[in-house]
């Protein structure tokens, strides 16, 4: 589909034109006309359930911004962000960001680590939300913080950004060819993933002796707890078998109960999955992407190898295994899901829906919206079948202007418990705060899915919102990426 022919979202004048547009379009986006304000705005009402208290229905997803030290300490940016997510208003913080549970396991040389010579710098990072926080909403009551913990398993990169050091829990015909991985490369073996649930499980401890309320057990987007997740073809005993690909989660749940009573377990995973895509051609001279497309699959079927994804036909999703990993978790007692979608890596256009793509994307094969619906359709289906979990929807932000209609009757109708805001914290964390207080929306603020917040640490480049943030857009760093994305 040509970038022409969506329409954009900052053209639209007003919701019931937006809401003319989903209606012929199909899509099934809830949208409210009117956003209620202060007690009277849904998004404002508590989630209780057992001991945990959240003050109101807005979450600030994790976002990494490639910034921390090399040895993975945060900076005066890290530091930046965090306050800036306190800023929100978000009474439930997803995890903040990834933080790596091993210096092999790290995302990016930059990444941040969980160990004892980095829980100072975690400890200020909490802190300094905090502090924000009461600045902006009067008060922490009711504020819900947890550390999103995460091994990047086959997409670690420890060392240098552009240099791959994949530890992978099976192999992917598709993937490995990506790292130019052969079937004789190494599996990690059964002790390496027990050596691995340890740290997770230390890594919870210690996260709680920081203040932290809540841990979550990353497996989503293609790192190691998602990739064991979809793991049919592995041996042993963390491979295989439904039962086999879950043990490593059960068993840091349980790891993590008897070694941190009282912290609360959150698991934010890709609820389905779809083959991965790549760009149809190269960028033409003008940078501009070609299309994305599925990689072939004909001679991959059935297709073994991602988790809530149809078998025989990688296009569509298959939700069975999904809904069976929630009944599990809620028999283990987890009561906070956080749902997203896919991977950044290799299929961005149903994990974050954006009109313009990051230097390694492609064109947007679909309309974004269709990908934000997908999104709030499964996790209505979801919260639906499990009233009694606490479910956090992702991908709202390609939403723009009509972000707050549209997270008000999505939690209005119950289809989500809380809306996470992703790329917008970036641009305008307090977007969803100042609309439900009554406040006009900034639009100059408004995230426009540019994605330069991924483009930049592709090229090695910390995170953050180049177009519309002067921190960025004006500094040394700036430059540097307008220089890097001409070449
Ligand atoms: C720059 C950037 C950093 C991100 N970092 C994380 C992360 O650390 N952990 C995580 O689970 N998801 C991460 N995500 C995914 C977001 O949490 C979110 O799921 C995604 O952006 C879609 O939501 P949105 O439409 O509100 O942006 C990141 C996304 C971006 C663009």
Redesign the pocket.
């Known amino acids: 589909m040509s970038a022409a022919a969506i329409l954009r979202l900052g053209t639209v004048k007003g919701v019931s034109q937006f809401q003319e547009h989903l209606r012929l379009r199909h899509l099934a986006i809830p949208c409210d006309a009117e956003i209620l304000t202060g007690p009277d705005s849904p998004l404002r009402s508590p989630i209780r359930c057992g001991a945990i208290n959240i003050g109101n229905r807005i979450t600030a ?4 911004g490639w910034d921390g030290t090399t040895d993975g300490n945060p900076t005066a940016n890290t530091l930046r962000r965090w306050r800036r997510f306190g800023r929100s208003g978000a009474k439930l913080i997803w ?1 903040g ?2 933080v790596a549970v091993t210096e092999d396991g790290r995302a990016n040389p930059h990444q941040l680590l969980i160990a004892p010579h980095t829980e100072k710098g975690l400890a200020q990072l909490r802190a300094a939300l905090v502090e924000e926080h009461r600045l902006t909403t009067g008060s922490d009551d009711g504020l819900l913080i947890g550390l ?1 913990l995460t091994h990047s398993g086959r997409f670690s990169r420890p060392h240098e950004y552009d240099h791959p050091e994949p530890r992978i829990a099976c192999h992917h015909p598709i993937l490995d060819a990506r790292l130019a991985l052969s079937d004789a490369s190494p599996l990690l073996s059964d002790s390496e993933i027990e050596a691995i649930i340890a740290r997770f499980c230390a890594a919870a401890a210690a996260a709680q002796k920081l203040g932290f309320d809540f841990v979550d057990i ?1 497996h ?2 293609g790192y190691l707890g998602h990739e064991l997740l979809g793991a049919h073809t592995r041996e042993g005993r963390y491979g295989g078998s439904f039962e086999n690909r879950t043990r490593f989660l059960r068993e840091i749940v349980e790891g993590i109960w008897a070694s941190a009573p009282g912290l609360e377990i959150g698991v ?1 995973i890709s609820a389905f999955d779809i083959i991965p895509f790549r760009e149809d051609a190269a960028p033409s001279s003008k940078g501009k992407h070609g299309p994305g497309i599925p990689e072939r699959f004909e001679a991959l079927l059935p297709y073994r190898y991602g988790f809530g994804v149809n078998p025989l036909n990688p296009l569509e999703m298959d939700l069975t295994e999904t809904i069976g990993l929630i009944s599990l978790l809620e028999e283990l007692g987890v009561r906070l899901v956080n749902i ?1 979608a896919g991977s ?1 890596y290799y299929s961005p256009h149903i ?3 954006a009109l313009y793509p990051p230097s390694d994307g492609y064109a947007p094969p679909e309309d974004p919206l269709i990908g934000v619906a997908r999104q709030m359709e499964v996790t209505r289906c979801l919260k639906q079948r499990f009233p009694s979990i606490i479910f956090v929807g ?5 939403l723009q202007d009509f972000l707050p209609n549209v997270a008000q009757a999505a939690v209005r109708l119950g289809w989500v418990d809380s809306v ?5 914290l970036l641009t305008y964390p307090e977007m969803l705060w100042d609309t439900t207080e009554g406040h006009p929306i900034q639009r100059h603020r408004i995230c426009r899915t540019f994605s330069d ?2 483009t930049a640490p592709r090229k090695g480049l910390p ?1 953050g919102c180049y177009p519309l943030d002067s921190h960025y857009k004006e500094s040394a760093l700036g430059e540097q990426l307008r220089i890097l994305k001409k070449r």
């Open positions: 997803q994790p976002m990494e995890g960001e990834s999103q990353k989503c987007h934010r997203s950044p994990q974050r829906p992702s991908a709202y932000s390609y996470g805001l992703g790329r917008m917040c991924t995170s």
